[in-house]
């Protein structure tokens, strides 16, 4: 009952005309910058957080959030129409949505995307609404080590379950932390790996790591191949919307997306891309027509589409409850909530009451709107993929050193963000992943600090580990993290499942 | 590049950075804690070189195979079954099916190998000059200013890429500086450079 009378002071504030204004920007600008090829939900919110610098703390963050799924939207309407999916989560978009505009469908995967995406979306956040407050309280009973515990297990999770090499994924990792790592310590006061140079010692910032990750290796390389092909846009002007079979052929996969993506979500350290693949291949495996997978098979679109999209609402669980981001994504907005002071966790909720669920009720709004705003926009949408790639690629440049200089105003800065760029470029002619980079950056400083106290507590001994029933539950998590994907990989190459959507 | 020679020198590479920051971990100053200022770099330093080395290994051993397996005609089919099947990634396995697509896609390969179109791969050169110019861009922009370091920055790259529409791209150039500037410091209220026109 509480937390209905929170979330109805949530709306009463997310209502007011300023609130109501900064929800349906952050969905524009999230859609917009999402439509731009190769730029994902991550770069879409590491460029705009130097907008949101000057605003107030529930502005800023009411804006930032409509950016998250206005870009995952927008993600979604690139993939399907020029086969280029910002991020890994709309990978499967680009096949089954592609392959249904290709064929005059284009409409149809479009909208079963925008509506998959729009009732997974809130089915997420009325699970947020409902399941951070039950977190809250259990979070009371945590401590250091369970603490510890939780973000390590964040940490193995994005290695194990991550799309490609695991090798390469804890290699990411492994480099975050290296990154995060840099700096005073906290405790002592003493600088470390500082190479000798005081300007480190403040640390690498987070903003300008994860712009130089994310945005300045897309753009170079895009810039440096000239002039090539032109993306080939699929037309769709005289598709036509949903069918009534459509809509039947989407219903399932969007109520199964909507709660595989979920409880993926919730997973600390698994992001949305495996919430697609996980609802791909469930839809493929119980559909009837699994000749038409790879040939633009609706439920391939509405399924994943669904799932990625739950996904958002589910990471936002351990994120606003305990303060632990589950994706790259989730931890830039940790790394926002830090900007202004907030702490995410059980304390927001008992003292930051009214902020907290004025986000979440806007998250009920911005969704709303996204279906409003977009569906019938996306032709204006698509205008932009024509944009000449050297005008976008050059401003997005523009825009990152912007970011860049309003955080340090200094040279140092500027230099901070072209060198890790010359590095996110390397990690990725390298095959390295960059996402869980960014998680391990931001999580080292809690992973480290906790893993202190605990043994600080516990006077050195390893013990609380197993002695503690909820530490004990969540190492017993992470063995099972361990274990599912290796089992889940060997079935699907058992079964084959996926041996004939190769596309190459 | 291979995958091989692609997985070799990051794993090289990976190792010696290791290396480097875990000497690096020598200079911080030793305390009584129990956990010190010195463990968890060590660790970081010591997990990126056993990561590389691994990379690098597991390069090496799968080439072996590989060759191993064109050298018996007939047999390769099975080889690249069982790569499939090993669990250890869809990178390895589309590596070594369709090794030029995979080169540099693996962060767009999914569980169970989905292999998407691998983006085609820009010169070394054109990517070394890019780099260049925005280390220049950054390097001026203080001395010179915002307005008009932004400006030729633009007017550069877009030059480069489509010389022949020089008044779209002066245009775009002038009026992106113009905007942007406009809009950060009397919008957002965040002052960038003045540098000479100031």
Known sequence: ?504 | MTAFRTDLITGGAIAVIGAVYYIATFSIQETANIVTPRTFPAIVGIGLIVLGLFLAGQAVVRHRKDTLSEAAPGSAGSAHSTAAGDGDGAAASAGESSVETADRSSGQEGVGGIVLEAPPEPQVRKVVFQFALFFVYLAILIPVGFLLATAAFLMGLTSIYAPEKWIRNLIFSVLFAVVVYTAFVYGLAVYLPVGILG
């Open chain 1, 1 to 504: 009952m509480d937390t209905l009378i929170d979330l109805g002071g949530g709306f009463a504030s997310a209502l007011e005309p300023v609130s109501l204004a900064f929800a349906l920007l952050g969905v524009l600008l999230g859609t917009v910058v999402g439509v731009l090829p190769g730029i994902g939900p991550i770069s879409a919110i590491a460029i705009l957080i130097p907008v949101s610098f000057g605003m107030e703390p529930v502005h800023g963050l009411i804006l930032l959030c409509g950016i998250y799924y206005g870009s995952m939207y927008g993600g979604s309407i690139t993939a399907t129409l020029i086969k280029t999916p910002g991020e890994v989560a709309s990978a499967v978009t680009a096949i089954e949505g592609y392959e249904m505009a290709r064929r005059g469908r284009g409409k149809a995967a479009l909208a079963t995307a925008a509506i998959g995406s729009f009732l997974a979306g809130t089915l997420a956040i009325i699970g947020l609404t409902f399941l951070s407050p039950v977190l809250v309280k259990l979070a009371n009973v945590f401590g250091a080590t369970e603490y510890f515990l939780l973000m390590a297990t964040a940490l193995l999770l994005a290695s194990t379950m991550s799309a490609g090499s695991r090798a390469k994924a804890l290699i990411s990792i492994f480099i975050g932390l290296a990154v995060g790592l840099i700096g005073l310590d906290f405790q002592t006061g003493l600088p470390r790996q500082t190479f000798g140079m005081d300007l480190l010692s403040d640390g690498i910032d987070f903003t300008i790591f994860a712009m130089a990750l994310f945005a300045i290796p897309e753009a170079i390389r895009n810039l440096a191949l000239g002039r090539g092909a032109k993306d080939e846009i699929q037309s769709f002007g005289d598709d036509k919307w949903m069918t009534k079979e459509d809509w039947q052929r989407s219903a399932g996969p969007w109520a199964r997306g909507s709660v595989v993506g979920f409880i993926i979500g919730i997973l600390p350290g698994v992001g949305p891309s495996l919430a697609s693949f996980m609802s791909y291949i469930m839809e493929k495996r119980i559909s009837k027509r699994k000749d038409e997978f790879g040939h633009g098979a609706i439920e391939g679109v509405a399924g994943p589409e669904a799932s990625n999209n739950a996904g958002v609402g589910g990471a936002m669980i351990p994120l606003f409850s305990l303060g632990i981001p589950g994706s790259a994504t989730t931890a830039l907005l940790l790394f926002v909530f830090t900007m202004y002071g907030l702490q995410p966790g059980p304390l927001i909720f008992r003292d930051e009451t009214g902020l907290i669920w004025t986000i979440i009720a806007s998250m009920y709004i911005g969704n709303i709107a996204l279906i409003i705003l977009n569906l019938p926009l996306v032709g204006v949408f698509v205008k932009l993929l024509k944009m000449p790639k050297e005008i976008l690629f050059s401003s997005i440049l523009v825009l990152v050193v912007i970011g860049a200089y309003a955080i340090e105003f200094s040279l140092f800065g500027l230099m901070m963000l072209g060198i890790f760029g010359v590095i996110g470029y390397l990690m990725e002619k390298g095959g390295i992943p960059l996402a869980p980079a960014i998680l391990a950056l931001v999580l080292v400083p809690l992973l480290e600090d906790n893993f202190r106290r605990m043994l600080q507590i516990s006077g050195g001994s390893f013990a609380p580990l197993v002695t503690r029933p909820v530490s004990l539950s969540i190492i017993i998590l992470m063995v099972l993290g361990i274990i599912g994907p290796v089992v889940f990989r060997w079935w699907v190459s058992r079964r084959k499942l996926l041996a004939d959507v190769t596309v190459s």
